[in-house]
Antibody, heavy 121, light 109 residues
């Protein structure tokens, strides 16, 4: 059974750096075709894809946020970490991590429960 | 960046009716199109991948079709639990990209 869980601060101040950790089980991020992505959703708004890291350490970022994002993986700890610099109140959102695999067209087939992050001074 | 446009923004139907949701891409995404269902306070759930393949455990009343730039999610006969927000998502390779549509809210009439 695949599970993912996001963790990190619930409140950050403007200009600070946000660090979120996705801890997963039930799969290995060293298996060919597997990826873990980050997606966010501001309150009452649509989903927005942020970043994706693949089993072979290939990393992809949203073009509009690329300069602020870094995604890394620790295969031994079954974790993926997303950092976002220079946080702003518009970055207030629920942040999800999700599993993807080539067998389901790289779609996000299993999601974490999400973690709400508020940006406020 | 490929933009996905979903229509309508809101769809009002009754249980038992057929729902047809549309997703249009600004350029071809081949068949790399997925559909998700999201209920209030919950994470999205994958329904369809590669435009027409149902994900594990998804009822047969959900079906997807289309390729290139025009895609459709059809719910053949609405059940009470189907009223939710639906998102499409593309994962194109040429160029590489990943975007979500703005969502369609399916509400009870």
């Amino acid at each position: 059974q695949i599970t993912l869980k996001e963790s990190g601060p619930t409140l950050v101040k403007p200009t600070q750096t946000l660090t979120l950790t996705c801890t997963f089980s039930g799969f290995s991020l060293s298996t060919s075709g597997v990826g873990v992505g980050w997606i966010r959703q501001p309150p009452g708004k649509a989903l927005e894809w942020l970043a994706l890291i693949y089993w072979d350490d290939d990393k992809r970022y949203s073009p509009s946020l690329k300069s602020r994002l870094t995604i890394t993986k620790d295969t031994s700890k079954n974790q993926v970490v997303l950092t976002m610099t220079n946080m702003d109140p518009v970055d207030t959102a629920t942040y999800y991590c999700a599993h993807s695999q080539a067998g389901t067209g790289d779609a996000f087939d299993i999601w974490g429960q999400g973690t709400m992050v508020t940006v406020s001074s | 960046e490929i933009v996905l446009t979903q229509s309508p923004a809101t769809l009002s139907l009754s249980p038992g009716e057929r729902a047809t949701l549309s997703c249009r891409a600004s350029q071809s995404v081949s068949s790399y199109l997925a559909w998700y269902q999201q209920k209030p306070g919950q994470a999205p759930r994958l329904l369809i991948y590669d435009a027409s393949n149902r994900a594990t455990g998804i009822p047969a009343r959900f079906s997807g079709s289309g390729s290139g730039t025009d895609f459709t999610l059809t719910i053949s006969s609405l059940e009470p639990e189907d009223f939710a927000v639906y998102y499409c998502q593309q994962r194109s390779n040429w160029p590489w990209g990943c975007t979500f549509g703005q969502g369609t809210k399916l509400e009870i009439k």
